[in-house]
């Protein structure tokens, strides 16, 4: 059989790893796989100047492997930032195991994957993300010290989602507070986009703010639930990005700030818990920018999950996660008035801080 690339030659033009544009200088990746529990699932460590890499494992349905490594790449380097912003001294990492966590995932295959952890010997360190449980922590727990996110019961520090959704909630009013002058956020109307288990406890805080909301997900089950447990409203209009609203929460999956939406949003806020909003920081953040909406940088506002489980590695509690996590609010403030005095996007602000931090760690490393 011949394929479309036959030829070493061939392969190189393609640049397949080293070569994505997403690839960004990551250290090492590890492509995992086990033909028994039909297992395959990409490492990404981006960065380890300031810890060991820490970021959850994701499993989704893939459309092909370039999709699968493309996100763990992008996913990777932004936990590099993320913990760098929250002051963690940790890493960058991620996984992503390919396949329908619904009806692909067994005990068997999670547990092999956690042998794939534990070869790595800490330098990455995994955690839940979309498509994996405290359950599977808890299993991956069993075969390697390298895991975090494991159940209260069990010693850890449980779903780091309610934390997680407490830090969107702060630096969403920061941002409101910006923007329009107040972080209260009563009579505000929201669009959470992805009522899953961060959208959900954001929708529990907003709408006891007494914030207007409007929620949409792929799940009509989902939707419908989290409406009437919250008394919400489920979207029902043709375009959801051109919905008239003051605040949107991305709350599902990346990328949903793009070439198609970036100019339709009418929203004046947009803050959410999904990670890389932004299809292209630079271009999109820019428009955003332009069009005078306040972007909150995703991976600033949705650190508490990984604040939440940092205290299992030092060693504190709920009680001090969510004091950290409060934090986000100023942290929000700071980078949007740095933004402003640098003529930055809030998203080149922050980012210019963490790799700040990275680069001063690096500095007295080789002293
Ligand atoms: P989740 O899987 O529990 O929820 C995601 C929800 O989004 C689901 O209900 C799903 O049906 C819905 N969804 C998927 N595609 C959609 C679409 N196109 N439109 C509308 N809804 C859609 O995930 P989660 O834990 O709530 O995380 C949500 C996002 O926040 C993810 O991007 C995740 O990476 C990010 N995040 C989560 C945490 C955490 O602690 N859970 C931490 C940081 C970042």
Same mark, same amino acid.
């Given at each position: 059989?011949?394929?479309?690339?036959?030829?070493?030659?061939?392969?190189?033009?393609?640049?397949?790893?080293?070569?994505?544009? /997403?690839?960004?200088?990551?250290?090492?990746?590890?492509?995992?796989?086990?033909?028994?529990?039909?297992?395959? *699932?990409?490492? @990404? +460590?981006?960065?380890?100047?300031?810890?060991?890499?820490?970021?959850?494992?994701?499993?989704?349905?893939?459309?092909?492997?370039?999709?699968?490594?493309?996100?763990?790449?992008?996913?990777? !380097?932004?936990?590099? #930032?993320?913990?760098?912003? &929250?002051?963690?001294?940790?890493?960058?990492?991620?996984?992503? +195991?390919?396949?329908?966590?619904?009806?692909?995932?067994? $005990?068997?295959?999670?547990?092999?994957?956690?042998?794939?952890?534990? /070869?790595?010997?800490?330098?990455?360190?995994?955690?839940?993300?979309?498509?994996?449980?405290?359950?599977?922590?808890?299993?991956? !727990?069993?075969?390697?010290?390298?895991?975090?996110?494991? &159940?209260?019961?069990?010693?850890?520090?449980?779903?780091?989602?309610?934390?997680?959704? #407490?830090?969107?909630?702060?630096?969403?009013?920061?941002?409101?507070?910006?923007?329009?002058?107040?972080?209260?956020?009563?009579?505000? !109307?929201?669009?959470?986009?992805?009522?899953?288990?961060?959208?959900?406890?954001?929708?529990?805080?907003?709408?006891?703010?007494?914030?207007?909301?409007?929620?949409?997900?792929?799940?009509? &089950? !989902?939707?419908?639930?989290?409406?009437?447990?919250?008394?919400?409203?489920?979207? /029902?209009? /043709?375009?959801?990005?051109?919905?008239?609203?003051?605040?949107?929460? $991305?709350?599902?999956?990346?990328?949903?700030?793009?070439?198609?939406?970036?100019?339709?949003?009418?929203?004046?806020?947009?803050?959410?818990?999904?990670?890389?909003?932004?299809?292209?920081?630079?271009?999109?953040?820019?428009?955003?920018?332009?069009?005078?909406?306040?972007?909150?940088?995703?991976?600033?506002?949705?650190?508490?999950?990984?604040?939440?489980?940092?205290?299992?590695?030092?060693?504190? @509690?709920?009680?001090?996660?969510?004091?950290?996590?409060?934090?986000?609010?100023?942290?929000?403030?700071?980078?949007?008035?740095? &933004?402003?005095?640098?003529?930055?996007?809030?998203?080149?602000? *922050?980012?210019?801080?963490?790799?700040?931090?990275?680069?001063?760690?690096?500095?007295?490393?080789?002293?």
């Amino acid at each position: 059989m011949t394929t479309e690339f036959t030829t070493a030659k061939e392969l190189h033009k393609i640049d397949p790893v080293f070569g994505q544009a /997403s690839f960004d200088n990551h250290e090492q990746i590890v492509f995992c796989n086990d033909k028994d529990t039909g297992l395959k *699932a990409i490492i @990404g +460590i981006h960065n380890t100047v300031l810890g060991p890499a820490l970021g959850g494992t994701r499993m989704w349905k893939y459309d092909n492997e370039w999709e699968a490594l493309n996100d763990v790449l992008r996913l990777s !380097r932004g936990m590099t #930032y993320k913990s760098a912003i &929250s002051g963690l001294n940790l890493g960058g990492g991620k996984a992503v +195991i390919i396949g329908n966590a619904k009806t692909d995932k067994t $005990p068997e295959m999670i547990t092999e994957f956690g042998k794939y952890i534990h /070869s790595l010997s800490g330098k990455y360190i995994t955690a839940e993300d979309v498509g994996t449980t405290t359950p599977d922590m808890d299993l991956i !727990r069993e075969v390697t010290p390298y895991v975090t996110g494991i &159940s209260e019961s069990k010693g850890g520090s449980g779903n780091p989602s309610p934390v997680t959704a #407490y830090g969107v909630y702060m630096g969403m009013k920061a941002a409101a507070k910006y923007k329009f002058g107040s972080e209260n956020l009563g009579g505000k !109307r929201v669009l959470v986009q992805g009522t899953g288990h961060v959208g959900e406890t954001l929708v529990d805080y907003l709408t006891k703010e007494g914030a207007i909301v409007t929620i949409t997900d792929i799940s009509e &089950s !989902r939707m419908e639930e989290v409406a009437k447990k919250y008394n919400a409203a489920i979207f /029902s209009g /043709s375009d959801l990005y051109e919905f008239d609203c003051d605040i949107y929460a $991305p709350c599902a999956l990346g990328a949903t700030i793009n070439d198609d939406t970036v100019y339709r949003i009418q929203a004046g806020v947009i803050a959410g818990a999904a990670n890389n909003q932004l299809a292209n920081e630079r271009i999109h953040g820019g428009i955003l920018q332009q069009r005078g909406i306040a972007y909150a940088p995703d991976f600033l506002i949705n650190a508490g999950g990984i604040i939440n489980v940092y205290g299992e590695i030092v060693n504190y @509690g709920k009680e001090e996660a969510l004091r950290r996590t409060e934090n986000i609010y100023n942290t929000t403030l700071e980078i949007f008035n740095l &933004s402003e005095a640098r003529n930055l996007t809030p998203y080149q602000a *922050a980012m210019a801080i963490a790799e700040k931090r990275i680069a001063e760690r690096k500095l007295e490393y080789s002293k």
